[in-house]
């Protein structure tokens, strides 16, 4: 029978235990379990996750997977209504001051903010969630919806939107304040976003034509620059992430599309997975490891969750076959 050595051309480690931080493709056996070993990837996927308690399309998100937050959005009328994810499942948080669709979220489920958004007009108003409650804070100095959003509550940012015309603005926040940045390369609405105030994303969305677009441009706390187009141009779509590792899913093309792509900060590669109900203007928040993406339009306004796990390192045993 051949060995290994004959067929691969090369040894096998023989290790007491295994390694601490084995590289992709590595191979070694185990004398203390005696099984052979090699370091693969596990496969990405998208899972349902736990129920909105309202279908609502058009509202925001933020925080983790197992700790989100979902606000905002129309059920048929402006809702003021927040949920909190653990993971699992939903349950109401407390409600916004201000009823609103088409508003952008950033932060985490204990300090998030609300930014912009529709409330018969077309808004600027902020509000921030300290885990339990809402409370009003500056305005953007430029009022729109449909805003593209990173950052945190105490460091974010708002870039986009509609003003009644689609637009390239961009703003900073300071925890109590909006102050003007240099705006976007394209004007667009529909976007999403990622990252830090320091270092953010914007991708897709549609810009004045209208044409949907699958541009990304990289903030780095003073300009945007242009970065790796979208595979899918898409509007009203998710995002999460970082700048050099981010996530982009859903939206519309059109049609609707449950599409997911992961960027590193240089291009995006189409993942294999795709969201199992293809929908728009959901609440979505998390990272390239682990989003999620609750509500929004199938055409119809939903309750679904779906939860992103992305592919990563894992030790599997080796078999005959």
């Given at each position: 029978?051949?060995?290994?050595?004959?067929?691969?051309?090369?040894?096998?480690?023989v290790?007491?235990?295994?390694?601490?931080?084995?590289t992709?493709?590595?191979?070694?056996?185990n004398?203390?379990?005696?099984t052979?070993?090699g370091?693969?990837?596990?496969?990405?996927?998208w899972?349902?996750?736990?129920?909105?308690?309202?279908a609502?399309?058009?509202?925001?998100?933020?925080?983790?997977?197992?700790?989100?937050?979902?606000?905002?959005g129309?059920?048929?009328?402006y809702?003021?209504a927040?949920?909190?994810?653990?993971g699992?499942?939903?349950?109401?948080?407390?409600?916004m001051?201000?009823?609103?669709?088409?508003?952008?979220?950033?932060?985490?489920?204990?300090?998030?903010l609300?930014?912009?958004?529709?409330?018969?007009?077309i808004?600027?108003?902020?509000e921030e969630?300290?885990?339990?409650?809402?409370?009003?804070?500056?305005s953007?100095?430029?009022?729109?919806?449909?805003?593209?959003?990173?950052?945190?509550?105490?460091?974010?940012l708002?870039?986009?939107?509609?003003t009644g015309?689609?637009?390239a603005?961009?703003?900073e926040?300071?925890?109590?304040?909006?102050?003007p940045?240099?705006?976007l390369n394209?004007?667009r609405?529909?976007l999403?976003?990622?990252?830090?105030?320091?270092?953010?994303?914007?991708?897709?969305g549609?810009?004045?034509g209208?044409?949907i677009?699958?541009?990304?441009?990289?903030?780095?706390?003073?300009?945007?620059?242009?970065?790796g187009t979208?595979?899918t141009?898409?509007?009203?779509?998710?995002?999460?992430g970082?700048?050099t590792?981010?996530?982009?899913?859903?939206?519309t093309?059109?049609p609707?599309?449950?599409?997911t792509?992961?960027?590193?900060?240089?291009?995006?590669?189409?993942?294999?997975?795709?969201?199992?109900?293809?929908?728009?203007?959901?609440?979505n928040?998390?990272?390239?490891?682990a989003?999620?993406?609750a509500?929004?339009?199938?055409?119809t306004?939903?309750?679904?969750?779906?939860?992103?796990t992305?592919?990563?390192?894992?030790?599997?045993?080796?078999?005959?076959?």
């Open positions: 029978m051949a060995d290994y050595i004959n067929i691969r051309g090369q040894n096998i480690e290790v007491a235990s295994d390694p601490a931080n084995p992709q493709g590595q191979i070694w056996y004398s203390t379990s005696n052979l070993k370091q693969g990837f596990s496969t990405a996927s899972a349902t996750g736990g129920a909105l308690p309202t609502t399309s058009s509202l925001a998100g933020a925080g983790l997977q197992t700790a989100g937050l979902a606000f905002g129309e059920t048929g009328s809702t003021t927040t949920y909190e994810y653990n699992t499942s939903w349950s109401p948080g407390g409600s001051a201000t009823g609103r669709f088409g508003l952008a979220g950033a932060g985490t489920q204990t300090a998030a609300a930014i912009a958004g529709y409330t018969g007009s808004s600027g108003v902020t969630y300290n885990g339990t409650s809402w409370s009003p804070s500056g953007l100095g430029t009022t729109r919806y449909v805003v593209g959003a990173a950052g945190t509550q105490t460091a974010g708002a870039f986009g939107g509609n015309t689609r637009v603005v961009t703003e926040y300071n925890g109590a304040t909006w102050s940045s240099n705006p394209t004007a609405s529909t999403a976003g990622a990252g830090i105030q320091t270092a953010a994303l914007a991708f897709g549609v810009s004045p209208p044409s677009t699958g541009a990304t441009e990289e903030y780095d706390g003073t300009s945007w620059t242009a970065g979208l595979n141009a898409r509007e009203s779509l998710g995002g999460g970082d700048q590792a981010a996530l982009a899913f859903g939206g093309a059109p609707l599309t449950g599409a792509e992961e960027y590193d900060g240089i291009s995006w590669t189409s993942s294999p997975a795709s969201m199992a109900t293809a929908r728009e203007k959901f609440a928040a998390g990272t390239q490891a989003a999620f993406a509500g929004g339009a199938t055409p306004r939903t309750t679904a969750t779906e939860e992103w992305g592919a990563a390192p894992t030790t599997v045993t080796i078999t005959a076959s």
